[in-house]
Every structure is written in C-alpha cells, then in structure tokens.
C-alpha cells in the first residue's frame, strides 16, 4: 500500500514539542521537542525508543489527550485540539470498565459514535467486532473473568467498532506473554490489511515493527528527545511471522535496528549536532541487503550497520 | 470445603456465647436474704435488691423479658406506652429519613468536590470542622431552631450520618481510574455521561462503603437522640425503663438495637455487593 | 341604663352615644357642644332625663365663633362675656354622664344580660341615633317595634348563638407535659381517673425526658401546658436561663413531697454538719430542691457553692450514681427517694417537710399567649387541675392514686415505691417503718408569697442580678387573685378547697421568719449568699 507514493498525508506533525515547566529545585525540563514527521492514509507507523524518550506522550498528543507545549498536529487537514472519534486509542492496560461484560464496553464505544442507533444496530456491530478480534462466547463476561490476551483483543475490537479513521496503539501487547503476543500480532495483521487502517503504534519490540509496521520512526532519548531516524520497511507487504525471516531483507533491517537501540544511544548527541541533520527532514533509510543496494532504491543511501554514519 | 468452615465457626459461636451467658448467670446469683432479721412490715416495703438479690439481672430474666417483648411488639396504651415493634418502626423511620435526605445531598456533593479541585479546596475547612461534632451537642440547637423534635432528631441525624457518605463519595469520585476517563475523553463522552455512566459505577463501592458507615452512625445518633427529646422510639423506650431502673429492660432494649443495627448494616453490606466490580 | 338596659322602653336613654340623645358618639357630641367652627347648629344641655313627649331637636344657627372665645357658650347672642349657662347646667350634665356610664342592669343573670345585648346591638344598628329609636318607639309602641325587628332581624337566633359562644372551648385537644414524678400526681391522675374528661378536654399526657426538654418543648408550643418547677415559670417571664416569655403559674402541683438521701454507707454521718466535702445532686438548677438543699446546708453553717459540691443529674440517675459512689446524697423529687431505699441503696436523712412545712414544689405551668389565645378552655383545664388537686389532698384517695399513676405509661414504678410515697408510711432505709400522712400533700393556691420566696433565693445564690421588683413579677406569673375566684366559685370540698383570703403570707422556715413585705432584707439577712 505504501508504495503509492502520492497517498495522502492523513498525520502531519509539525515542530511538536513537550516541555515540563519548572517545579522546585529541578528546572524546566523538555521531553521531546521538534519533532516532524507525517503518516500517510492507510500505513502502518511504528515508533520505537528507549523509555523516558516521551513515545507515550507523544501518542497522547496525537490522541488529544494531552497537549503540546509548542508546534501542532494536524490530522485530515485540520489541527487536533482535543480528543476525537476518529482517532481511537487502545491503551498499554486494557483500561476496559470493570463492571461492564465485553459486550458492554464495546456497545458503550459504539453507543457513544452513533447515539441515535437502536439496541439491536449496536448489538449487531458489537458483535461484528467481537468476532473480528475472535472472542465469540465471551460477550457476557466481565473482565475479570478473561484472560489478559482476551481482554487486549476487547480493547482492540472496541477501539476498531467505532470504524476510526487512525488507530493509535500504545505498547498494547506489552503486559503479554510472548504466545500470546504472537498471535494477537498476527491478527492485528490480518485486520489492517483487510481494512487498511492507518494505524500509530508504540512498541519495544523489533520484531513486532518488522512484522507489522510500514515504516518505523526511531526516536533517540530523552531529555529533549528527537527523531534520529525513518526506517522504511523493506520487507513485502505480504509477510508472515513464520516466513518473513528468510526474506534477505530481514537481517538488514533488524540488524539495523538493534545497531540503534543498542549501540548507537551513546552517540545521539553527536549525530544531532551533525550539520546534516535537519530535524523537518530527518533522515530515511532503508536497510536492504547487499545484493539490493544499488540505485534502483528510492532513498538515497540504503545502509547497513555503520558505515558512513558518524 | 465451605460448609464445614461455616459449621465449625457457628459451633464456636454458639460456645462463645454459652461461657459469656454462663459466666453472666454465675455473677448475678443472688446473695444472702437478709430479710429474715427483718421488720416483716419493713420488709414487705422494700424490693429484692435491698434484701440482697443482685441488682443485676441473669440471663434468664433478660431472655424471659425479651420474649415477652417479642410476644406482643405492637401494643399501642397511649403515648406512654407503646410496644417494642412500634418504637423499633418509629426509630427505623426517623433514620431513614434522616439517612435518605443525607444521601440525597452527600452524593451530588461528593461528586462536586470529588470532581473540582476548586471546590474540594474551598469546602474542606467546612467539613473539617463540621464533621466531629457530636449529635447530642447539635440536638439542643436543633431543638431551640427547628422546635419539632422530630424534625429536630432527623435533622440531627442527617447532620451526623452525612459525612462518610460524603467523604467516601469524594474519595471515590476522585480515585477513578484516569484511564477510565481518557477511555470516555476518547470516545467524546458529555461530561453528564461520562459522570453516570463512568465515574458513578467506578465510584460505586465506596460510595456504598460510605453509606454502610453512616447507617450504622445515623442508628446510633437516633438512640441517642431519642433519649434526650422522647416521644415515641426505642431510645424513649431505653430512657423509660431507665427511669423505672428497669435493668432488665434496659438490657432487653439494648438487645434490639443491636439486632435492628445488624440487619440494617446487612442490608447495606448487600447492596453494596451488588455494585462492587473484580478488577 | 346603657347597652344592658331594656332596648324597647322609649322613656329611657339607652346607649346614644351622648346624653342628648341626638348624636352617635360622645366625640360627636363634644364636638357639637364645642361648636365647630363651620358647625351650623349646636346642642343644648337637655335639661330632664325623662324627656318631653315629642322632643324636637332644636337647631340653632351660629354662622360665626362665639366672642366670647369659649366654645361651650351657647348663647347666641353672644357678646363676648363669659358664657352665661343655666345654673347647675353642668353639674347635672356631669351627673347624667356619669349615671350613663355607671350604669348596669341590678342582680340578673348572665343570659338575661347576653340577651339584653344582643337586642341592644340590634337595635342600635337599626336606628343609628337614640333619638331616632325613641321617636320610632313612641308612634308605635313597643310590642309593635319589637315585632317589626323581628320580622327582619332573626333575634331569637342571634341570642341564642352568643349563649353558645360564652363558653366555647376554643380546642379540646391538648397536649401537657409531665415529667415522671410523684409531684406531677394531680397532672397525670386527671387523665386515667377522668378529670381532664369532665370539663370536656381530651387531653394527652405526654412523658417529658427532663426539665430542659419540658421547657424547650413549652416554649416551642408543642406542650399547651406543662408539669414545671415552681421558679422556672418566674426564671422563664425574667429571662433568666431561657428567651424572656411571659409564663403563668395557675396552680402549684404539690407542697412538700421531697427528701435529701444518703447513701448507706454515710448512716453515721446524719448530720449536716458532717457534709464538708460531700457531692449532691438536684434535678435542676431552678427547682426548690436546689434552693431548700442550699438552705438547709446554709443553716448549719456550710456554704453549698464551697464546701459541698452540687450537681444536676436527671433522677433516675442520681439513685445510679448513689449506688456507683459518684455522689454522697441527692435532694430530689419522689419516688426517686423512696426508690434509693427499695434498692438498698440509701435512706432517707430528712424529708423536706421538716425543713418548710408545706414548701411548694412543683407547678402546673401555661404560658400567658395560651392563655390569651384560648380564655375558655384554658379555664376548663385550671377547673380539671383543680379539681385534680383537691381529690389527691384527700387522704382516704391516695391508694386508689397510687395504683392509677404507677403503670407503664404513667410513672413506670412499682405500685408499693408510689403508694408509700403517697400515703407517707414508708420504709426509711435504716430498718424502720415510719408513718407521716402529708409526706406529700396537693393544695394548689399558688401564693404570691411563695413566688417572692423562690425570687429572694434567686437573688441570694445570683441567679437573677441586679434590682428585682419582686411583687411584679410574683403577681404577674402567679395567678393567685384569680385563683381565689375560680376556687370560690368550684367550691372544693378538700382540705385546701377554700381559698385564703390573702395572696401573701409569712413563713418559718427552719427557725427564720420570711416576710414578703421585706424580700430585701431578708436576702441581706442572710450570712452565706452570693450577692
């Protein structure tokens, strides 16, 4: 889907930036600040930092939930000042309500986009949904009797019931365990490609971007956290978690990755200072393998591991 | 397994309760007569606790009483004298009443404060100094203003049994959870809703918790208060046969006001169940 | 003649509003006599009471003030010397108005003279001027005019209807307060022996927790009347303790009927002498038992502010207290006397009778706004009290008492603790029987004398501060004069049914004389006080 190049900007950030004000003895201190990027329609977005960089933050921006010090987001042309139906967000815990079954939280979403709808049309989406994400059986049961997979996928399939138009993610399957992230990965897979959602996801894990996301931002760390980097996805969009490691992209890519959360953290502040960077345009790369690297890329200068980069 | 746990925790009760009675019926055995040296005319005018009969009385008696009590609950002789059921109604509707009007103003209040760090701020030293005040220190007040004494007992029970349920409402309104609230933010829930249909449930069992505190003291505080104004209620009948040194009696009442303030704190411990959430 | 005289007899004046018969009121016929100044006619003195046949009013023209500047000249001629008037023209002028105003019908009943009102208002209404009822009488006769009113006026009715409304009892549910004392007898016995019944109330007699709440509930209009201490319905009309209202006593409920008692463990300490350091307790602060309590200490040489300690404790729970050793003795009011004794917990040092022989106690208490609101039925509830009183101040009567007042919704004590208080032979608690017959006795004429007593201690112990007019105040709050009418016309046949004839009387009291004539020497008189 991202290789129509003239898809619109459906995200535009613009010089956003998060500042505490001064409290006490400590000084005012900047979580993140310039940063710009922009998400098309329908891609998939992964941002990946260490923690304190403000990825949660940042997600909260764009939710609406909390506001920039400075800069803005503009989301289908108009500026986000507050939180939308459109932009739905599945939180790091579940945050289903505790006394409602899996049926009652999605209705409530559902009930809260079309209000005028009657009890059988919610049910009916609700339903949709509820298989969508597999659960079927589970609709009378109240959080407390699923499991943490379970109530994940709850909150995936209420935040999709309202059909947003982005899909913000926040480190959702985090507080699982590897099976079960697994396989929740995979579906989460099926379903965007089947709706082609644009989707901002926050993650720690690498695989999981290389899995799901079209291109992945590289954040360095806080404070005054920036955009290091944008990785383009250079695996096909058509992958499995099974099969997508034997693709020679891959180890391109994932090396890369892990060269910057691992070994590259100590030097940001080097590489921001290079006069090359430019925080508007921060720089795209995309990793490919030996064989690939010749003028056919698009972005200038497909790299792998270290070269040329200090 | 469950039922056996159950069983053998009765069974102690029941045993705990046979040595207290025991022991009770030992230390109240009557002393020497000391009628026989007696002026038999002198002795016919003077009662059993002068002749060396403990002024206590044993369980037998107090148990013999209460039957009697609970054998004819709605006797009605006049405004004097009614049955133990009459007062017992007359004290349970004075609570409620009191109890129902403090709930009526403690929970839109509690979401007030709970919701606006303003307001929370501006009404604390109000509460702060409010809420120690002893009922029978408002009941005089209440009676030199509001002159009925009925108004004056519900009046003073809503002064005292509103508290926790405000406390508690606060409390509870202001420690829900933030992401239950971001959840409705993003969804563009109304404040209205979002205060029924979010903050009201997840508040709900402290709010109960609260109610549950405040019936037990608006129970206490109508005793009380009944003792001091009389009328018709089981702290008048307390004071009545208080009057008459009637121990027994008063043992009796004391019995009935434990049991109507257990019931009332079950009925309130089930509903509390009702709204309480598994997280 | 006036309003009570015959309306249908012509020869005589009837109310006219004037002596000449010719004016409404006596302003318009003082301004009339004085001559107005645009006035065009005036009056001349009529010179007989039994009148001319035909009178005419005679009309004199004075276009202009007299000139001799006073404006009772009636001569028309005026030139300016004082006014020349017929000899003894005003004398007899005088003694005509005063005869008119005098006037009242000789002897007759109350509903012949209900009657003669009524025509009289009638009458007046119709014809506006005596004159013109006496002209109209003469040209037709009385039995004629009396006809003719009839037929347009329904007379009889209307005489019949004031009848009614003499003695209308403006409510007969009442509601009195009484606290579960003996001294409340008279107050409680009339509801079950039907003395409430007899004057037409239906009455409730409603358990008060304690004085404070009989005096909140009273001042509040729960409680139409009220079982009270003798000083609070004066404290209650000075101001002293509660919001100043004017309170009446009609009739006290007891005199004597009280005891101090000691604990058991004091039988050796009977002497007063002895009590440095002991805890009593009263009921209230403004009770007789306080000040006979004070009294008594006072005359055995012990200040009750320094060297005892006095505390106020509800009854019932200074025979507890008594048993828990928190207090040494009490003086409070029975059967809570009696009662220390039934328990074995104490016994009787000395009754109150043998500090003042027939004290008063406690009072039969309504507030004056009662009593202006509800005349009639007020007075049928002094008649029940009374008649109350004077049944328990017979002694053969006293077990039948007893044995009413003592159940559950009276006084809630065993028969035997009321009746030895009623009765007076009693166990003493110190393995006696004793037998004194006014133990406890009930004549109910609320003496002035007694008020200014209860004042003078108020002012030695500094209840009440500063000047107290103590014959103001005992005679507005204690309705003694008109207790002595009511008990007159009752005619009770007990020992205290006739009523004295004095308001005011001397007492002894433990050796000193009080004389009501002197309330503030005999406060100075005394060595410990607080003024």
């Known amino acids: 889907m991202t290789d129509d190049k003239t898809q619109e900007v459906q995200i535009k950030i613009e010089g956003l930036s998060k500042a505490f004000p001064a409290q006490g003895d400590a000084g005012a201190m900047v979580v993140f600040d310039e940063i710009w990027c922009s998400v098309l329609k329908g891609e998939f977005v992964c941002l990946i930092g260490h923690s304190g960089c403000g990825k949660t933050t940042l997600l909260n921006i764009l939710a609406g939930l909390d506001q920039a010090t ?148 590289l954040m360095t760390n806080g404070p005054q956290a920036r955009i290091c980097e944008i990785v383009e996805n250079s695996l096909p969009r058509a992958r499995t978690r099974g099969d997508m490691h034997r693709h020679r992209n891959y180890y391109p890519l994932r090396n890369h990755l892990i060269e910057f959360l691992v070994n590259r953290s100590e030097g940001f502040d080097a590489e921001l200072a290079d006069p090359g960077y430019d925080p508007r345009r921060p720089p795209v790369v995309r990793p490919v393998a030996e064989e690939d690297r010749d003028g056919t890329a698009d972005k200038p200068v497909a790299v792998s591991a270290a070269a040329g980069r200090r | 397994m469950r039922a056996s746990i159950r069983l053998r925790a009765l069974v102690v009760s029941v045993l705990l309760f046979g040595l207290f009675a025991g022991a009770w019926h030992l230390s109240t055995l009557s002393g020497a007569d000391t009628s026989a040296n007696m002026d038999p005319e002198y002795a016919a005018l003077i009662g059993a606790t002068a002749k060396g009969a403990s002024a206590m009385p044993g369980p037998l008696t107090v148990a013999a009483e209460i039957w009697k009590h609970v054998s004819n609950p709605f006797y009605d002789k006049g405004p004097n004298d009614k049955g133990v059921g009459i007062q017992l109604g007359y004290s349970i509707l004075r609570v409620l009443s009191g109890f129902l009007l403090a709930m009526i103003v403690a929970v839109p209040l509690g979401f007030l404060i709970g919701m606006s760090e303003i307001m929370s701020k501006a009404l604390d030293p109000f509460i702060q100094i409010m809420k120690p005040i002893s009922p029978l220190a408002w009941m005089p007040l209440a009676l030199y203003t509001l002159k009925d004494s009925t108004v004056s007992s519900v009046f003073v029970i809503f002064i005292c049994s509103i508290w926790p349920m405000l406390v508690n409402t606060t409390f509870g309104v202001a420690s829900v959870r933030r992401e239950w609230i971001d959840v409705a933010r993003t969804l563009e829930v109304g404040r209205l809703r979002t205060a029924l249909a979010v903050i009201l449930p997840a508040a709900a069992p402290t709010i109960l918790t609260g109610m549950r505190i405040s019936i037990g003291i608006a129970w206490l505080v109508i005793v009380a208060a009944e003792m001091l104004v009389g009328g018709t209620g089981i702290g008048y009948f307390v004071w009545n046969e208080w009057n008459n040194l009637s121990i027994t009696n008063v043992i009796a009442a004391i019995f009935f006001i434990g049991l109507i303030g257990m019931v009332l704190d079950l009925v309130l411990a089930y509903l509390g169940k009702l709204v309480t959430y598994a997280e | 003649m006036g309003a009570f005289a015959n309306p249908f007899n012509a020869d005589k004046l009837l109310w006219s509003g004037c002596p000449c018969g010719q004016h409404r009121s006596m302003l318009e016929h003082q301004m009339a006599m004085a001559g107005a100044k645009a006035g065009r006619f005036t009056c001349e003195a009529v010179e007989d009471r039994d009148l001319a046949p035909n009178p005419e009013p005679r009309f004199v023209d004075r276009p202009r003030a007299p000139a ?464």
């Open chain 1, 70 to 217: 400075s800069g803005a987001v503009i989301v289908g042309g108009e500026e986000v000042t507050g939180p939308s139906l459109h932009r739905a967000v599945v939180f790091q815990s579940h945050a289903l309500m505790p006394w409602m079954t899996t049926m009652g939280n999605i209705a409530f979403a559902v009930k809260s986009r079309w209000p005028q709808w009657s009890k059988a049309e919610v049910q009916a989406q609700c339903q949709k949904f509820i298989d969508l994400v597999r659960l079927e059986g589970a609709e009378g049961k109240k959080p407390s009797q699923l499991s943490g997979g379970m109530k994940q996928r709850v909150g995936i399939a209420r935040a999709l019931s309202i059909e947003p138009r982005i899909l913000l993610l926040d480190e959702p399957f985090s507080a699982l365990d590897a099976l079960t992230r697994g396989s929740l990965q995979d579906e989460l897979l099926s379903i965007c490609n089947n709706t082609h959602q644009t989707v901002f996801m926050i993650t720690h894990d690498i695989d999981e971007a290389i899995l799901l996301s079209d291109k992945i931002i």
């Open chain 3, 68 to 531: 001799c500047g006073d404006a009772s000249c009636v001569d028309p001629d005026c030139s300016g010397e004082p006014p020349r008037r017929a000899p003894g023209a005003a004398e007899r002028e005088q003694a005509r108005l005063d005869a008119w105003l005098d006037d009242e019908p000789e002897g007759g009943d109350t509903e012949e003279t209900i009657a003669r009102c009524v025509e009289s208002a009638v009458v007046k209404g119709m014809f506006g001027t005596d004159m013109n009822r006496r002209a109209f009488l003469r040209a037709v006769g009385a039995t004629t005019a009396a006809a003719a009113i009839a037929e347009i006026f329904p007379l009889g009715a209307a005489k019949a209807l004031a009848q009614e409304m003499k003695g209308k009892l403006e409510k007969t549910k009442l509601n009195v307060g009484f606290v579960p004392i003996t001294c409340a007898t008279p107050i409680i016995m009339a509801k079950p022996m039907g003395f409430y019944k007899k004057y037409g109330l239906d009455v409730s007699v409603i358990k008060t927790a304690g004085w404070a709440v009989s005096r909140d509930k009273s001042l509040s209009g729960e409680y139409d009347a009220a079982h009270m201490l003798t000083p609070m319905p004066l404290a209650i009309t000075a101001g002293a303790g509660s919001v100043a209202k004017p309170w009446t006593m009609p009739a006290v409920e007891n005199i004597n009927g009280q005891a101090i008692v000691l604990a058991k463990k004091h039988k050796d300490k009977n002497d007063p002498r002895m009590w440095k350091g002991f805890k009593f307790a009263v009921p209230f602060q403004y009770s007789m038992h306080n000040f006979l309590l004070r009294y008594y200490v006072a005359e055995h040489g012990l200040d009750p502010d320094k060297d005892i300690q006095i505390r106020v404790l509800p009854p019932p729970e200074m025979v507890a207290n008594l048993r828990a050793d928190n207090v040494d003795g009490y003086l409070s009011p029975d059967p809570f006397n009696q009662r220390a004794v039934y328990d074995g917990v104490g016994f009787i040092h000395i009754l109150t009778k043998d500090i003042w022989d027939k004290h008063p106690c406690c009072a039969f208490a309504a507030s004056q706004a009662f009593i202006d609101a509800n005349p009639n039925t007020f007075l049928a509830l002094w008649r029940s009290i009374l008649d109350a009183t004077n049944f328990a101040s017979i002694k053969s009567n006293r077990k039948e008492i007893s044995k009413a007042i003592a159940p559950k919704n009276y006084l809630n004590q065993p028969v035997t603790v009321i009746e030895q208080v009623l009765t007076g032979r009693f166990a003493d608690g110190l393995g006696k029987v004793r037998n004194v017959p006014d133990r406890i006795d009930f004549d109910p004429f609320p003496w002035h004398s007694m008020a200014v007593w209860i004042l003078t201690q108020m002012k030695r112990w500094g209840y009440l501060k500063g000047d107290v007019n103590y014959k103001k105040l005992a005679e507005e709050v204690y309705l003694a004069t008109d207790a002595q009418k009511l008990m007159a016309e009752m005619k009770l046949d007990g020992p205290y049914g006739k009523p004295p004839k004095t308001t005011y009387a001397k007492y002894s009291i433990m050796g000193r004389t009080f004389d009501p004539a002197n309330p503030d020497a005999y406060v100075d008189g005394f060595k410990i006080k607080r003024t």
